[in-house]
């Protein structure tokens, strides 16, 4: 039995609950779960991002090849001179040959590589999706590339007469297709990069009207 007499101890007040940190289920602190939107929030960023680089391999390599059909048409239509071998000289076949011949073939290459500039900036400019800085570079290597290529097969399928050619009384032979300033290969890439900055001032847009990923 209970003693009446005992004196009564007031029961201990119940102490407040404090909830701890609360624990997310992609860990501590409230971080967000892999996988989750905000995770995901810099996904199409990267993918900008490695169109940009695929894009711009693409147009280095397109243009690259370009060269080929740009050095073909050099070989075509440049100027050269040629000779008649006789038993004491190499004379000229229709009259004597100009000095200005030789620097004739760099102006051409430099006209050809300023056309296939011309049309690279255009194109390239027109491929919405990969405007920006990766498309300007890519613009840039490759049209410097596909003066390169242009300039090699030129000399490959225009190579200046032998010594066994010259020792050959009455053979005709034509003088070589080469460069004798490399300034020329320049021109490509001036022209390109000249379009494509034009169409980027003139276009109103801070984004270049660039299309986004679908």
């Known amino acids: 039995m209970t003693d009446p007499n005992a004196?009564?101890?007031?029961?201990?007040?119940?102490?407040?609950?404090v909830p701890g940190p609360q624990v997310s289920p992609g860990g501590a602190f409230g971080w967000p779960p892999p996988g989750s939107p905000a995770v995901r929030a810099g996904a199409p960023w990267l993918a900008d991002v490695r169109r940009d680089l695929r894009g711009a391999l693409?147009?280095?390599?397109?243009?690259?090849?370009?060269?080929?059909?740009?050095?073909?048409?050099?070989?075509?239509i440049a100027p050269r001179a040629h000779f008649k071998v006789t038993t004491d000289d190499v004379v000229a076949i229709g009259g004597p040959v100009s000095n200005e011949l030789f620097?004739?073939?760099?102006?051409?290459?430099?006209?050809?590589?300023?056309?296939?500039?011309?049309?690279?900036g255009l194109v390239v400019w027109f491929l919405r999706r990969h405007r920006g800085v990766a498309a300007l570079g890519a613009l840039t290597v490759g049209t410097a590339a596909a003066g390169v290529v242009a300039w090699?097969?030129?000399?490959?399928?225009?190579?200046?007469?032998?010594?066994?050619?010259?020792?050959?009384v009455g053979a005709r032979v034509t003088t070589s297709l080469d460069l004798n300033t490399p300034v020329a290969l320049v021109t490509g890439?001036?022209?390109?990069?000249?379009?494509?900055?034009?169409?980027?001032?003139?276009?109103p847009d801070d984004q270049l009207r660039r299309d986004q990923p679908g």
Do not use: E, I, N
């Not at 397109?62 to 050095?71: I, P």
């Not at 050809?112 to 500039?117: E, I, T």
């Not at 890439?189 to 276009?203: N, Q």
């Open 7 to 17: 004196p009564s101890w007031p029961a201990p007040a119940s102490q407040p609950h």
């Open 58 to 76: 693409l147009t280095v390599l397109v243009l690259a090849v370009s060269g080929l059909l740009a050095g073909l048409l050099w070989w075509q």
């Open 103 to 120: 620097m004739a073939d760099d102006g051409v290459l430099a006209l050809v590589l300023a056309g296939l500039g011309l049309v690279a």
């Open 152 to 168: 090699q097969l030129g000399r490959l399928l225009g190579p200046g007469p032998t010594k066994a050619d010259l020792a050959h």
């Open 189 to 203: 890439p001036f022209v390109a990069v000249l379009v494509y900055v034009v169409a980027a001032s003139l276009t």
